[in-house]
């Protein structure tokens, strides 16, 4: 099969996957008693079309992009690049973010993580909170989100509040310096693992993608927390001495804090297993997965186990909505959902890509987000919840030429999700 048709299949199964996803969603409404909460089903959200004049926000914003950032990251000295691509993915999610104009969009980290710090206090202090903090989970104590994660966010931003870190100002900052984070994170694995000249040509994927639209949760906070990790561990697969030493405590460290973000975190650890053992590295394994299993067991001091409390966000993972939405639909919607955020342009990329050392982390993510799948703990809302996993596969961009034509695909795909997809976060 010729390149050409290849690209053409991989368009036309992006666009039937989501035409299936819709067509199979909308019988699923039909005959589901009780509500699914998906009003823009398999999207969380309504569909509520408008045109106003915020749409120019991500327009002008991802034309600058299109326009600068593929001959800067062919040109430009390394570093400058890193931070050309970070900084244009802050000013594309927030152009996107001032689009969405959703009352709760500037809030959402507050409503579901900041605002509830105090029952740090409530409980006592820090250690009673983790004592009694999985069984105030199991008897839906907290609020959804606190039920479904580790404490790790909730006493960040405890932890925050008192030394003055507080408000929507700080809160949003901490979501898209997270933004940066992984934007840079997926750059510089790519440069590591399939080297700088098809990182370069990554980059600008990396910021012009529909998934951007979700860019204002504290997903993104997990996801720049676990992917800088990731890039750490990865690094240090590929240098010696005190450097890969540092590397490996950091990303070591880091691991750990994303575990106790997010228990999906977990399965970032199969694209650095997939570098590290091809390059084996096993003294960075050892050592960043010593570190990581430390800060995890560190709460055991208080009375909290990570494992049980993962045992616990299942039980009341099924207890909730994810009784009425159901399995096997899902299994195949999320992944359409997933084909959405990363756009029709990786899926031509896909297609088109043959150069095996970025198929190891690009494959290598693909397969985390199969697991992540089948475990049947993401009953839609994968827009959102999968957002860790996107900047690695959104890598595969590397492989298409005139990279402008596609980038502006992506942005007309993110546009139209601003304009028409009404949802909280």
């Known amino acids: 099969m010729t390149t050409r048709a290849r690209t053409g299949a991989a368009?036309?199964?992006?666009?039937?996957?989501?035409?299936?996803?819709?067509?199979?969603?909308?019988?699923?409404?039909?005959?589901?008693?009780?509500?699914?909460?998906?009003?823009?089903?398999?999207?969380?959200?309504?569909?509520?079309?408008?045109?106003?004049?915020t749409l120019l926000a991500p327009l002008a914003a991802g034309a600058l992009a299109i326009a600068v950032l593929p001959a800067a990251a062919a040109r430009w000295r390394w570093r400058y690049v890193v931070i050309a691509t970070a900084a244009a993915a802050v000013l594309f999610s927030t152009a996107l973010a001032l689009a969405h104009s959703h009352p709760q969009t500037w809030s959402d980290l507050d409503n579901h993580y900041a605002s509830h710090a105090h029952l740090v206090d409530d409980a006592g202090g820090l250690a009673p909170f983790l004592r009694h903090y999985t069984e105030a989970q199991l008897e839906g104590a907290y609020p959804v989100h606190l039920q479904s994660h580790p404490p790790g966010l909730v006493l960040f931003f405890w932890g925050a509040a008192r030394i003055g870190l507080d408000g929507l100002v700080f809160q949003n900052a901490v979501i898209q310096i997270a933004v940066a984070a992984m934007a840079a994170a997926a750059l510089m694995t790519g440069r590591d693992v399939a080297g700088e000249r098809l990182a370069r040509r990554a980059a600008p994927f990396l910021v012009v993608a529909p998934a951007a639209f979700w860019h204002n949760n504290a997903d993104l906070v997990f996801a720049g927390v676990t992917l800088s990790a990731a890039a750490c561990l990865i690094l240090a697969t590929n240098r010696t001495g005190p450097r890969s030493a540092a590397l490996t405590v950091a990303g070591g460290l880091l691991a750990g804090a994303g575990l106790m973000l997010s228990f999906s975190a977990a399965l970032l650890a199969i694209p650095v297993l997939a570098v590290a053992i091809r390059r084996r590295r096993w003294s960075v394994l050892a050592g960043g997965g010593a570190l990581a299993a430390a800060v995890v067991l560190a709460p055991l001091l208080w009375g909290y186990w990570w494992l049980e409390g993962l045992q616990v966000t299942r039980v009341r993972y099924y207890a909730g909505v994810a009784a009425v939405r159901g399995y096997w639909y899902f299994l195949f919607a999320n992944l359409a959902v997933f084909a959405l955020a990363l756009g029709p342009a990786i899926a031509?990329?896909?297609?088109?890509?043959?150069?095996?050392?970025?198929?190891?982390?690009?494959?290598?993510?693909?397969?985390?987000?199969?697991?992540?799948?089948?475990?049947?703990?993401?009953?839609a809302e994968t827009e959102r919840i999968w957002q860790p996993f996107m900047p690695f596969v959104l890598l595969a961009g590397c492989a298409l030429p005139r990279p402008r034509v596609w980038l502006a695909l992506q942005l007309a795909v993110a546009v139209v999700l601003a304009a028409a997809l009404h949802v909280q976060w």
């Open 11 to 53: 368009l036309a199964a992006w666009t039937l996957l989501l035409a299936l996803a819709w067509l199979l969603g909308q019988a699923k409404l039909a005959h589901t008693a009780g509500g699914l909460q998906l009003d823009a089903m398999p999207l969380y959200g309504s569909w509520e079309p408008r045109l106003d004049a």
């Open 348 to 379: 031509a990329a896909l297609a088109r890509l043959r150069d095996s050392r970025m198929w190891i982390v690009v494959g290598s993510c693909l397969a985390a987000v199969v697991i992540a799948d089948l475990s049947g703990m993401s009953s």
